[in-house]
């Protein structure tokens, strides 16, 4: 994925910092946990740039790599990847695990609107 689309963490510092962002963000922030080695992630990588592409003005995608920010995995209990988790003004919403695009697709519309 494209740098400039999206938010990647390299630590839990930055991590918090972005959840910061997203409690005054008038964006949607949905935060993608997942992992360099994760075969499922990987396969709707190009899906996800379009997407991200597509709704760049109103959701702020952040990838989250398990391996670089093991600690905000532990913390948000997640255990499958990829897993994805909508915040609205920084208030978690359901989370969504799974590669199905159409899935994620319906999910971020349900929470963006």
Request: proline content about 3%; charged content about 35%; aromatic content about 10%.
């Amino acid at each position: 994925m494209a740098d400039d689309l999206y938010k990647r963490p390299k630590s839990m510092e930055e991590f918090e910092q972005i959840l910061a962002e997203a409690k005054t963000s008038d964006k949607l922030y949905v935060l993608q946990f997942s992992a360099s080695w994760c075969g499922p992630c990987n396969a709707i990588e190009g899906d996800l740039e379009d997407l991200t592409k597509e709704l760049k003005d109103t959701v702020q995608f952040v990838f989250v790599d398990a391996d670089d920010v093991e600690e905000a995995q532990e913390q948000w209990e997640i255990v499958n990847m990829p897993t994805f988790v909508a915040l609205k003004k920084g208030e978690k919403q359901e989370l969504y695990s799974g590669n199905k695009m159409d899935k994620i697709k319906e999910y971020v519309a349900k929470h963006a609107a």
